[in-house]
């Protein structure tokens, strides 16, 4: 099968492999065949030579059909009466999912969101490339046209999430659009998101200025003055007892603690206050006497004090002077930052430290605690089963951050930045820039952006060799290697796999990572090497669990390989037996990562033994658990099922082929077929049948 890549970077696959042409006009020349309908010779000869008279430009024109015809399959570009166009059999295009934009995920919306032919353009075709901007302004007005409108359904209906979601990406595609812009801002002041708002201004006035040279209108600066003149701001009753006068130094101690604004333990009030030991505890029991703090836990399970009142602590933060207040939160930062910036912290430590970069610390500070921020959420969210400690890992799945709040995130660290670069000669934080770039190659992957994310990875990589920063070297080989993966790219796992190894050989997660992939690499080529590389990944996960480290995430990932390798040799037994005990794992650490993938799997064993029943339990609780990350062969799996079990329910025939054609996007993602494309094959015969 042939599969016409026409959004975002162009491509052409055959069967999922790349295909290469000896001309760029005849790849030129596949494209103008993608638009509807049969296409005239002259008007084809026109547009790709415009400078040659009609017999030249007709005998190059057979010529490329020719080439045209030797690289792709037989039959797949047809001729009648002197009109070309493709089999609709053997070539399939992405314009087929423009037909039902509403029922893809948000992430295969936004990608359907990119430029017609992006980046595509022939040196000596001035007719060639005025067709493709034709083309791209209409099927960009076409995409806003569904898109917007399936927005004001969604408000209608008081679904302001989903009409949120749908508007981001019409402003993505179109960033220069003021009516999207504010219809966008209204919506999110309906959903109470005063931070996604100003970013979105703020966003889109920077895209008006550098890209048109214009400032937002009139219309659009009243609106977004409006919203904060209409927010309701929550106020609580006066407490009286905040007029009680305190000896200076249980002020002190209740000004600390304001500033913390978390449960403190006495050791790091004592390192940022005025006091020692001894008079801190003097001061802490009168406050607890008179009932203003009380016994508490920090984060990590110490005793800690807390101030009562949400109240009462807001107010004493802002009677503090602006000076001490920028002393005290630049003592915290101090204490509280970690040594390494590659350690993980809690969710609510994260936001803690960007509190106190931004009221006591430096530039710097501020975006290298948001650059910590992110590495948390880009690879907690982003990678399915992410090399982080169960405890936090746990905190991450309970605090509820999304995928927008990457989004927010990024674009807060490239407006400082953008700041540091203006006010400082020379570059200070040349590390967390190179994270950053790898950061941001994670995330526009799992976006979907696979070209983008690509070449941030690896522009993280080069500069990171270059300056031998080994951690962040590994961190964007790390996100090469998952993309790898989830094209299905055997060639790109090895050679990624191998250059990992080298850079983390003594990191024993990157280990086992590394040890995981080339198993299954191996795997159908070279069993007994694939099951000692796999042994050998689990040795190192198990290593770790003994020395009291749980990676509960990385362990079920090994499971999940182990899995695979008895199912390519057609041990379903064994392979049910792997699958169950890497979700139990998960389920016993209480890590809800990557339990969709299992019970998708076990669905999939049961159809393979004609277990209806237990595929559809199965189906169902993949539904209950699923992410976001669906794409590649992953995407084709979880449609897959969802589709056989919706047919085994008795379920609609528009809902089954609404599964059959996420499926179909998600394997327009692999680089080669696979055996998840062997097995949609499979289904879409079972369903005709």
């Known amino acids: ?56 430009s007709l005998k190059n024109l057979r010529n490329a059909l ?65 067709w493709t901007q034709e083309r791209r302004d209409t099927l960009r007005k076409r995409y806003l046209d569904e898109v917007i409108s399936e927005a004001q359904k969604a408000g209608e209906k008081g679904d302001d999430a989903r009409a949120t979601s749908l508007l981001q990406n ?29 970013a979105t201004y703020t966003e889109f006035s920077k895209t008006l200025r550098d ?26 009753e006066t407490d009286e007892r905040y007029h009680i006068e305190l000896p200076r130094s249980d002020r002190d101690l209740l000004e600390t603690l304001s500033v913390f604004g978390t449960a403190t ?41 807390r101030i009562n009142s949400s109240q009462l602590e807001r107010s004493l933060y802002e009677s503090i002077s602006p000076f001490k207040r920028a002393l005290i939160h630049r003592k915290i930062l101090k204490l509280k930052t970690p040594c390494s910036i590659w350690t993980f912290s809690p969710p609510e430590d994260c936001r803690n430290l960007i509190r106190h970069s931004d009221n006591g610390g430096s530039l710097e500070d501020r975006i290298s605690t948001r650059i910590r921020y992110l590495r948390l959420l880009s690879i907690g969210l982003c990678q399915g089963y992410p090399p982080i400690a169960d405890p936090i890992l746990i905190k991450l799945e309970e605090d509820g951050v999304s995928h927008s709040d990457i989004d927010d995130l990024t674009i807060s660290i490239r407006d400082l930045l953008g700041r540091l670069e203006t006010g400082y000669g020379g570059d200070r934080i040349p590390q967390q820039r190179r994270m950053f770039t790898c950061l941001s190659g994670f995330h526009s992957v799992w976006k979907g952006l696979i070209d983008q ?27 090469l290697c998952l993309m790898a993966i989830r094209l299905s790219d055997r060639r790109a796992i090895g050679d990624y796999s191998e250059m990992l190894l080298q850079k983390g050989k003594d990191n024993p997660l990157t280990r086992a990572l590394c040890y995981r992939l080339q198993g299954e690499n191996a795997n159908g080529k070279d069993p007994q090497k694939a099951i000692d590389l796999t042994e050998r990944a689990m040795a190192e996960i198990e290593n770790l669990r003994a020395s009291g480290f749980g990676y509960t995430a ?20 064994e392979s049910e037996r792997c699958l169950r005990k890497g979700l139990s794992r998960l389920i016993g650490g209480g890590i809800r990562h990557g339990r969709w993938i299992f019970h998708s799997a076990l669905a999939y064993i049961a159809w393979k033994k004609s277990d209806v029943k237990s595929m559809s339990d199965e189906a169902a609780k993949a539904k209950e658990s699923v992410d976001e990350v669906i794409y590649g062969d992953l995407g084709i799996l979880y449609n897959g099922i969802q589709a056989l079990a919706a047919a085994a329910g008795g379920q609609s025939r528009e809902e089954v082929n609404c599964h059959i054609g996420r499926a179909r996007f998600s394997a327009s993602w692999l680089n080669g077929e696979n055996r998840t494309v062997q097995f949609l094959k499979e289904v879409e015969k079972k369903l005709k049948s």
């Open 1 to 56: 099968m042939i599969f016409i890549r026409l959004f975002g970077s162009p491509s052409i696959t055959r069967d999922g492999t790349p295909l290469t042409f000896p001309f760029k006009k005849v790849e030129a020349l596949a494209y103008l065949l993608t638009s509807p309908g049969r296409h005239d010779r002259r008007r084809l000869a026109h547009l790709l030579w415009p400078d040659k008279d009609e017999e030249r």
């Open 66 to 130: 020719y080439r045209l015809r030797v690289t792709l399959p037989k039959n797949a570009v047809l001729s009648k009466e002197g009109r070309v166009f493709l089999s609709p059999d053997g070539v399939k295009t992405e314009l087929e999912f423009m037909e039902n934009l509403s029922s893809l995920p948000e992430r295969d919306l936004r990608r359907m969101g990119q430029p017609f032919l992006d980046g595509f353009s022939l040196d000596d075709g001035e007719e060639f490339n005025r």
């Open 170 to 198: 019409a402003l993505s595609a179109a960033p220069w659009d003021e009516e999207i812009a504010r219809e966008l801002m209204k919506s999110l002041k309906r959903k109470g998101n005063l931070p996604k708002v100003v």
């Open 211 to 236: 890209e048109m040279g214009l400032d937002p209108s009139p219309a659009t600066v009243d609106l977004y003055r409006s919203i904060f003149r209409t927010m309701d701001v929550p106020s609580e």
């Open 265 to 305: 333990s006495l050791e790091d009030l004592e390192a940022c206050s005025n006091q020692n030991g001894k008079n801190l505890e003097e001061s802490a029991l009168r406050l607890e006497e008179k009932g203003l703090i009380s016994l508490s836990r920090s984060s990590k399970s110490a005793l800690a004090l």
């Open 453 to 479: 994310g690509k070449a941030e990875l690896e522009l993280a990589l080069e500069k990171s060799v270059e300056a031998e920063d080994h951690e962040t070297a590994s961190e964007a080989l790390c996100g």
């Open 554 to 573: 990385m362990e079920a990932m090994v499971w999940g390989g182990m899995s695979a390798m008895a199912m390519e040799t057609g041990e379903f037994g």
